[in-house]
């Protein structure tokens, strides 16, 4: 905010009145002030960019955020409110799947709120059925490090791999009703291709599969 912006504010702040543009009578107001920044304004006091008289008046009661990395028990509560805007707006009812939940809760999240908002809607347009997965996620999201690679008893680059292929490949089958040929052609490969990674990956499961 501009150094004469400021003026105002503190001058609207002290004397609890506005005027209209172009007016000349003063206005009386009642109001409270709930204010946020992600600057160090002592900092831009210093450099005198920012008034020490307005931040005074501001910081009455300061409430310091943790950034979401360090409130991970705040991301699933944001990841179903988004979600579930999303499906009002829309008038669905898509989920999202654990292996995708557990990368999100694992992200750094330099954006914070705004970063996940706009992970989710993207995620939901990418998303055909009924189940947000690993594969709707940002290509970011999916690089393997310590904090979003699965856990696993060894490290080595192909075991992980093998985990996330394995986590795609159960997500397809589960939207797909565990149904081989759709989810075959939901990943874009031919039955016997699925058949043997289905072997390789040892995936098995009660349901009964229909070709």
Do not use: C
């Not at 831009?44 to 990395?69: H, S």
């Not at 699965?150 to 985990?163: A, R, S």
């Amino acid at each position: 905010m501009p150094l004469h912006m400021q003026a105002k504010l503190l001058r609207v702040l002290q004397e609890n009145e506005i005027e209209r543009i172009g007016g000349y009578e003063p206005i009386p107001i009642d109001v409270r002030v709930i204010a946020a920044t992600h600057q160090d304004l002592r900092k831009l006091i210093k450099e005198k960019k920012f008034r020490e008289d307005l931040f005074y008046r501001l910081n009455v009661i300061n409430i310091k955020i943790p950034p979401l990395r360090q409130r991970k028990e705040d991301i699933l509560i944001f990841i179903n409110h988004f979600l579930g805007q999303l499906n009002k707006k829309y008038k669905t009812d898509i989920t999202i799947s654990q292996r995708a939940v557990e990368l999100l809760l694992n992200h750094k999240w330099q954006g914070n709120i705004r970063e996940l908002r706009n992970v989710i809607e993207s995620a939901y347009v990418l998303t055909e059925k009924d189940i947000l997965g690993v594969k709707h996620l940002p290509s970011n999201l999916l690089t393997f490090s310590p904090n979003t690679a699965p856990e696993v008893k060894g490290g080595t680059l192909d075991f992980i791999l093998n985990e996330f292929e394995k986590d795609i490949i159960l997500e397809s089958l589960m939207e797909n009703n565990y149904k081989i040929s759709k989810t075959a052609k939901d990943l874009g490969i031919h039955r016997t291709t699925l058949y043997k990674k289905l072997e390789r990956l040892n995936i098995k499961f009660s349901k009964d599969i229909a070709e």
